[in-house]
T-cell receptor, first 113, second 115 residues
Framework: EPEVTQTPSHQVTQMGQEVILRCVPI?????FYWYRQILGQKVEFLVSFYNNEISEKSEIFDDQFSVERPDGSNFTLKIRSTKLEDSAMYFC???????????FGPGTRLTVL | AQTVTQSQPEMSVQEAETVTLSCTYD???????LFWYKQPPSRQMILVIRQEAYKQQNATENRFSVNFQKAAKSFSLKISDSQLGDTAMYFC????????????FGTGTSLTVIP
């Protein structure tokens, strides 16, 4: 069964550094999403992406964040200058043409020191 | 704004018994989707079950079923014949296609299945 994959599984970085989190959505899906989950808290929406552009973004998704689909398979989340409060689990999700269900990847645990 | 409330932070159930997890939501929309996701210790989010709001029939997936009460804005999950592998965090989620298909999650219910 097709799955969403994410790399790396765990990323440790110093405050102020740039990180890129990578996702490979399910191949025939058209909608892509990033969510984050701070430890012990609920999952929060960051951004949705369709037709090579951002369709929605939350207040969390400020200028420090960007997303890109550099080729036909990858979907990336970049954090330009990480802060301590960016430490969280980041989930990528994708949805097919109907966009009525989202399938989540296993997540990347980001630790900012 | 959409909000999802899970009022049970923790629950436990004996193996092979039945347990119901509660979820309520608030929306002014009439057409939307509701989901239950399971997050085991590995922290991967796994889709358990999905319900379209325009369907009156409650969704079922093997041992998992929902009780969807649209007027009451309630969406509970029933797990029958609980298994040890059901131990996980369970998140209720709401999606409205008018808001970019973003999910709104509840705070989760930690379920422990006791052998």
């Amino acid at each position: 069964e097709p799955e969403v994959t994410q790399t790396p599984s765990h990323q440790v970085t110093q405050m102020g550094q740039e990180v890129i989190l990578r996702c490979v959505p399910i191949s025939n899906h058209l909608y892509f999403y990033w969510y984050r989950q701070i430890l012990g808290q609920k999952v929060e929406f960051l951004v949705s992406f369709y037709n090579n552009e951002i369709s929605e973004k939350s207040e969390i998704f400020d200028d420090q964040f960007s997303v890109e689909r550099p080729d036909g398979s990858n979907f990336t989340l970049k954090i330009r200058s990480t802060k301590l409060e960016d430490s969280a689990m980041y989930f990528c999700a994708s949805g097919d043409w109907g966009a009525d269900t989202q399938y989540f990847g296993p997540g990347t645990r980001l630790t900012v020191l | 704004a959409q909000t999802v409330t899970q009022s049970q932070p923790e629950m436990s159930v004996q193996e092979a018994e039945t347990v119901t997890l509660s979820c309520t939501y608030d929306t002014s929309e009439s057409n939307y989707y509701l989901f239950w996701y399971k997050q085991p210790p590995s922290r991967q989010m796994i889709l358990v079950i999905r319900q379209e709001a325009y369907k009156q029939q409650n969704a079922t997936e093997n041992r998992f079923s929902v009780n969807f009460q649209k007027a009451a804005k309630s969406f509970s999950l029933k797990i029958s014949d609980s298994q040890l592998g059901d131990t996980a965090m369970y998140f209720c989620a709401f999606m409205n296609t008018n808001t970019g298909n973003q999910f709104y999650f509840g705070t989760g219910t930690s379920l422990t299945v006791i052998p």
